[in-house]
């Protein structure tokens, strides 16, 4: 059994990349489900399907910490805790569900695995093409989408101007951009020091990854003596080998 779980989660044949598909299906799955229900009521069937996703999470945590082959380590992972709390929030919705967005970290871990990233690229042209602006896309999507987590799980309830996840990104877009409209704020000391750490990331972090976004920081080109595959925007030799390379650019 050991050796069967290890080749769906590490492997590398045809059954295990399904399995990983199917994991990372499962985890947008469950970030879409945190989103819709914050803008329902949560009834008991919520509840219930809160319990099932709580326990498939737990089974996957257990199984990667039982084919973990260096186990003193697994517990010093932000991506371990973040499991831990997103399997809490599921089982014990009263406790606060709302920390499920956690969960969204672990997608995150899952797309930058070796395994899934080749995977992709075999899979998919556009994957190949694209990896830089692709890859940028999913930080700065995963960095809004925990950002914005965190407001809401630390103000719904709280705040009467947080009902729900739409709110909570409206405010993290509006500051992280710096726009700050004043129609939604962060209420008590905890909630002013919230916003001061959302302004001081959206300044830098986010800043970075729009950039990396609509500018990678690197171009795919294969110099023709060393075969190095990634350079500068305006480079006119290679960095390995000092060659010309001849790199494809619209100008200033």
């Known amino acids: 059994m050991h050796a069967f779980f290890t080749e769906l989660y590490f492997g590398d ?24 229900t914050s803008f329902f009521p949560h009834t008991r069937l919520v509840e219930i399907i809160d319990a099932v996703f709580g326990l498939l999470i737990l089974t996957d945590f257990i199984v990667r910490f039982a084919i973990e082959p260096h186990k003193h380590r697994y517990f010093f992972r932000f991506a371990t805790w973040a499991d831990v709390v997103a399997v809490l ?34 899979d998919f042209r556009y994957f190949r093409n694209h990896e830089d602006v692709i890859l940028a896309t999913i930080n700065l999507g995963v960095f809004l989408f925990v950002m914005t987590g965190l407001i809401y799980a630390t103000q719904f309830g709280h705040n009467a101007e947080i009902r729900n996840y739409a709110d909570a990104l409206y405010f993290t ?7 700050g409209f004043g129609d939604i704020t962060l209420e008590g000391t905890s909630g002013r020091l919230l916003s001061v750490v959302v302004m001081i990331v959206g300044i830098t972090l986010f800043l970075r990854l729009a950039t990396a976004l ?6 795919k080109y294969a110099c023709q003596s060393c075969g190095l595959s990634r350079h500068d925007p305006d480079a006119v030799h290679c960095k390995h080998c000092g060659a010309v390379v001849r790199i494809e650019t619209e100008g200033a």
Do not use: C
Not at 13 to 36: E, G, K, S
Not at 117 to 122: H, W
């Open 13 to 36: 044949t045809t059954r295990a990349h399904r399995f990983r598909y199917a994991l990372l299906a499962f985890d947008l799955v469950t970030i879409a489900f945190v989103i819709v």
């Open 89 to 122: 929030s599921f089982l014990a919705p009263i406790a606060g569900e709302g920390f499920g967005f956690l969960r969204v970290l672990r997608t995150l871990r899952l797309l930058h695995t070796y395994q899934l990233s080749l995977r992709l690229k075999q």
């Open 173 to 179: 877009v509006t500051t992280l951009t710096t726009t």
């Open 214 to 219: 609509f500018r990678p920081a690197k171009v």
